[in-house]
């Protein structure tokens, strides 16, 4: 007959395997919100928005403590509880799609689970189902570029000729951006080369009398790239104390609109 043998755990053991399992559970829960905030801080919200929403969901998931510190290429969150222990995880943010809907559902998610109505299961669900949430379709996207470009045109004292052709170049940026995006070229590439663009095929239109003026033509397609959003964040991060994220958002727009600047005036003056 086997002998049986008994494994026995005394309290201290028990209770140190009670908090290895509820450190792996917080690590799901903190993974999860750490995906939130990604994409809040790609879609546009601001810094202060990020980690007032990341904290608020870590207190709400169960953390007696939340320390969170956010800047536009990265997430550090510690959290802390007296049955886990203290949970660190990092996130790094690379690119972004301002998308103001997709902002406002995760908003709106982050109230619900604040509420208490969501569980983690419930949590990835309703965020999986924001992530699929069609966006605004290319042809709806082109028609957008055609009414900015040609409206500021006409705005800041261009002929309807003028609006017209800074229309149809407003399509070809478009498409051009598009273009460099599939191969995940940073946005200064994007910028120059959209801006030498705008600027060569200005100046084509006036010289081949299908616009009057290229200087009216270029203001429309530039308001197309100009980082305003970015600039708007930048300034109300530095106002909420945020000062090294709205610093580094702020010198990123204005190296953004100088790339912009450059190509505008490297293609006027090849013409």
């Keep these: 007959m ?10 201290d053991e028990l209770n140190q395997l009670s908090r290895i399992e509820s450190a792996d559970r917080a690590n799901e829960y903190l993974y999860r919100v750490l995906d939130i905030g990604q994409y809040m801080l790609q879609c546009g919200g601001e810094v202060s928005r ?26 550090v969150v510690t959290i802390y509880a007296n049955r ?4 660190t995880q990092t996130r790094r943010i690379t690119g972004s799609s301002y998308d103001l809907h997709r902002l406002e559902q995760l908003n709106q998610l982050c109230r619900k689970i604040c509420a208490g109505r969501l569980s983690l299961e419930e949590t990835e669900k309703e965020l ?9 379709g290319f042809g709806v996207q082109l028609l957008t570029y055609v009414l ?6 006409l705005f800041f004292g261009g002929s309807w000729l003028d609006a017209a052709a800074s229309g149809v170049i407003g399509v070809m940026l478009k498409c051009l951006d598009r273009l460099i995006r599939r191969t995940e070229a940073n946005a200064f590439l994007s910028a120059l080369l959209c801006s030498c663009l705008g600027g060569l095929l ?8 299908l616009g009057d003026n290229a200087d009216m033509i270029s203001i429309g397609n530039i308001m197309l790239l100009i980082p305003g959003i970015a600039l708007t964040n930048s300034l109300r991060d530095m106002f909420s ?15 953004l ?8 005036a490297l293609a006027a003056s090849l013409l």
Aim: aromatic content about 14%; glycine content about 8%.
């Design 128 to 136: 999986r189902g924001i992530l699929e949430t069609p966006q605004y």
């Design 148 to 153: 900015v470009s040609s409206s500021f045109s």
């Design 202 to 209: 200005a100046g084509l239109a006036v010289r081949f009398r």
């Design 84 to 87: 886990f222990g203290a949970v």
């Design 257 to 264: 609109a100088l790339t912009i600047a450059f190509g505008f």
């Design 241 to 255: 104390g945020n000062t090294i994220s709205g610093l580094m958002r702020f010198i990123e727009a204005i190296l």
């Design 2 to 11: 086997e002998e049986q043998t008994y494994h026995f755990f005394s309290p």
């Design 50 to 75: 990020v980690e007032d929403s990341i904290r608020r969901l870590c207190i709400a998931f169960g953390a007696e403590r939340a320390d969170v510190f956010t800047i536009t290429s990265s997430i």
